[in-house]
């Protein structure tokens, strides 16, 4: 049974920094293509991130581009998100991906999703 379990959403001021984790098990996690995704109450599912299967190639959107980080431990089955400046606009729900084919998953139709960490920025 594939599972993706998000953790280290909270509750931050403007400026501050979170640091999320995507726990992964029941798939080869070298061979995925992994990402991060939020929500914010109203809006559709938007891209934040995602990291090839080895190597340092990551691909942000300008809205996070210079602030997040996107990271990956294949011997832990684990992939991150380093938060910093953070933005009362960042508040959502963010959720964690899984595919096998990296255009999939990159259009937000991939096959593995976690049940999302909240992240809430106060002003």
């Known amino acids: 049974q594939v599972q993706l379990v998000e953790s280290g959403g909270g509750l931050v001021q403007a400026g501050g920094s979170l640091r999320l984790s995507c726990k992964t098990s029941g798939l080869t996690f070298g061979s995925y293509v992994m990402g991060w995704f939020r929500q914010a109450p109203g809006n559709d599912r938007e891209f934040v991130a995602n990291?090839?299967?080895?190597?340092?190639?990551?691909v942000y959107p300008d809205s996070v581009k210079g602030r997040f980080t996107m990271s990956r431990d294949n011997a832990r089955n684990t992939v991150y998100l380093q938060m910093n400046s953070l933005k009362p606009e960042d508040t959502a729900v963010y959720y964690c991906?899984?595919?096998?084919?990296?255009?999939?998953?990159?259009?937000?139709?991939?096959?593995?999703w976690g049940q999302g960490t909240q992240v809430t920025v106060s002003s």
């Open positions: 990291i090839r299967r080895s190597g340092p190639g990551t």
């Open positions: 991906a899984a595919d096998l084919d990296s255009v999939k998953l990159r259009i937000g139709v991939a096959e593995y």
